[in-house]
């Protein structure tokens, strides 16, 4: 069982800046992937970026350049720094972690971000 803790949401103006933050239970090393997804309302949610226990990361063409995940091992701890907030980045971001491919996926309770003057 993993139990994941999102924090750091809120509101900011466009053109701000948030960092989330994603605090497992467990070694994170003992995790295949952890992800950031969102969904807004009325859409379906989506994969905004990931990083593997490799340390290999990928990110939604829509956040390149803008969001970067990282990870402190010693912490149990995956972030991700926003940067550039644009108004439909508001969403519910929730962090994802596979425990290994085409395993068990668990996720936390998610946080609100609002982007808006």
């Known amino acids: 069982q993993v139990q994941l803790v999102e924090s750091g949401g809120g509101l900011v103006q466009p053109g701000g800046s948030l960092r989330l933050s994603c605090a497992a239970s467990?070694?994170?090393?003992?995790?295949?992937?952890m992800a950031w997804y969102r969904q807004a309302p009325g859409k379906q949610r989506e994969l905004v970026a990931r990083?593997?226990?490799?340390?290999?990361?990928n990110y939604a063409d829509s956040v390149k350049g803008r969001f970067t995940i990282s990870r402190d091992n010693a912490k149990n701890t995956v972030y991700l720094q926003m940067n550039s907030l644009k108004p439909e980045d508001t969403a519910v971001y929730s962090c994802?972690?596979?425990?290994?491919?085409?395993?068990?996926?668990?996720w936390g309770q998610g946080t609100q971000v609002t982007v808006s003057s």
């Open positions: 994802n972690a596979l425990h290994s491919p085409g395993g068990y996926n668990y």
């Open positions: 467990v070694s994170i090393l003992s995790i295949y992937a």
């Open positions: 990083i593997t226990r490799a340390g290999v990361t």
